[in-house]
């Protein structure tokens, strides 16, 4: 069983930053894709940024392009999203997850190829 513990979140002001860090743990970290995801009030969850296994791939969405960076440090076995230039848009619940199905180089872009997902982690950009 693979667990994923996100930390990192908070409140922050417009063109602040945070960086999150999500924790694996249960399987050989270097076997799978990461990924990002948030979720506002009312709204589905979405993909923000994914990483692929060999860290060599990385894929954002459009509207964090520029301000975010994913990556992924296999010794410590975390994944870290950080996040420049925050904006009041940007406020979700942001969940790590684990793809056990991904290419070496490929990274995971949907929901459903993902099998692993944490608890979440909250934040808010005030304006």
């Known amino acids: 069983q693979v667990q994923l513990v996100e930390s990192g979140g908070g409140l922050v002001q417009a063109g602040g930053s945070l960086r999150l860090s999500c924790v694996t743990s249960?399987?050989?970290?270097?076997?799978?894709?990461l990924g990002w995801f948030r979720q506002a009030p009312g709204k589905e969850r979405e993909f923000v940024a994914g990483?692929?296994?060999?860290?060599?791939?990385?894929y954002y969405i459009d509207s964090v392009k520029g301000r975010f960076t994913i990556s992924r440090d296999n010794s410590k076995n975390t994944v870290y999203l950080q996040m420049n230039s925050l904006k009041p848009e940007d406020t979700a619940l942001y969940y790590c997850?684990?793809?056990?199905?991904?290419?070496?180089?490929?990274?995971?872009?949907?929901?459903?190829?993902?099998?692993?997902w944490g608890q979440g982690t909250q934040v808010t950009v005030s304006s």
């Open positions: 990483i692929s296994r060999s860290a060599k791939s990385t």
């Open positions: 249960g399987r050989t970290f270097s076997s799978y894709g």
């Open positions: 997850a684990a793809a056990d199905r991904s290419g070496f180089f490929a990274v995971a872009t949907t929901i459903g190829q993902y099998d692993y």
